[in-house]
DNA sequence: AATTTATATTTGCCTTGACAAATATACCGG
DNA sequence: CCGGTATATTTGTCAAGGCAAATATAAATT
């Protein structure tokens, strides 16, 4: 075929489409990665034992929020993770309703094989641009979901 | 309970996470803007509607592309889309195992209704940038999805 | 021309995530 | 303390998307 219009992305596009993109392609590169070291996992499973790991322990509900997912999505991935035994769901000692979820050593360990994959991933996305453009692109996404979120 | 860490996405939050916020408040603020309108449109048919009304007729596999979505879900949502009279799949003229998906009338009307949520979505979201800011933001997210897509 | 290989679309199957209801517990005003 | 409201977790239900198989056609190779 090759009869349709092209498509150039980085030219035309609008804001909103782009952002997708790099967000498909940033998913998949980190998905990728975690495959080549032989190991399972999705990129919400990796997002939730990046936090665990990097945050500390912390309620089901506080992790939902701070990956953006729905809580009985994260139900459903705690079962796993936690069936996986890469995780523990705790008593919260000042809360009975919630739970404190904590790596196990399991977790930690498999945390330790992933901890690269972020970064060579955003090493190689970032890799065209300068130090300063790539504080840049931060301060102005930090500042897009700020407007995003005021707006509402 | 406010036991857990706080998390402040803007401050220390790495690439891969800030885009996924910014692109899910994005998603948000336009499905929002096509309800304000009365008008029942996911964001996935937003973008085929977009598409096709800014770029023309083209193929399903073309669309799918340029929107990132697998063409199984592109066949459905074209099912959809045709079914409530908005595009029509057409032959192609070249090639037989293609379609020239079109918008309709109805269809190039809903997209009159539909034209400004992005815009206003968009400029809400960029209000705070600069118009070098702007371009800046543009830029670097175009030469990041190039690298991603150079990198495999 | 025949055969192989690649591509476009559709369909079936399965997983994931959103939304709502149910349950348990916390918190707050009286 | 009691009642009402808010929050944490779980579960059911459903729609959406990814992947693979099936079919049809195109393109390339022998």
Same mark, same amino acid.
């Given at each position: 075929?090759?009869?349709?219009? !092209?498509?150039?992305?980085?030219? *035309?596009?609008?804001?909103?489409? &782009? ?6 392609? /940033? ?7 975690? =495959?080549?070291?032989? !190991? ?8 939730? !034992? ?12 506080? &992790? ?12 459903? *991935?705690?079962? *796993? ?10 008593? #919260? ?5 919630? &739970? ?9 360990? !498999?945390?330790?094989? /992933? ?10 996305? *970032? ?10 692109? #931060? ?6 979901? #700020? =407007? ?5």
């Amino acid at each position: 075929m090759n009869t349709g219009p !092209l498509v150039t992305p980085t030219s *035309q596009e609008s804001l909103g489409v &782009l952002i997708g993109l790099v967000r498909a392609e /940033l998913v998949r590169g980190i998905e990728a990665e975690i =495959a080549t070291k032989g !190991l399972d996992l999705r990129f919400t499973q990796f997002l939730i !034992l990046k936090r665990l790991a990097m945050l500390g322990p912390m309620t089901a509900t506080e &992790l939902a929020r701070s990956v953006e997912l729905d809580g009985g999505a994260m139900t459903r *991935q705690l079962d *796993q993770l936690e069936g996986r035994g890469f995780l523990r769901r705790c008593p #919260h000692e000042q809360d009975r309703r919630a &739970l404190r979820i904590e790596l196990t050593e399991t977790g930690s360990a !498999l945390w330790q094989q /992933l901890t690269g994959c972020n970064e060579r991933v955003l090493e190689a996305a *970032q890799r065209s641009l300068s130090e300063v453009e790539r504080e840049r692109l #931060h301060d102005y996404l930090g500042r897009v979901l #700020h =407007a995003l979120r005021e707006n509402k």
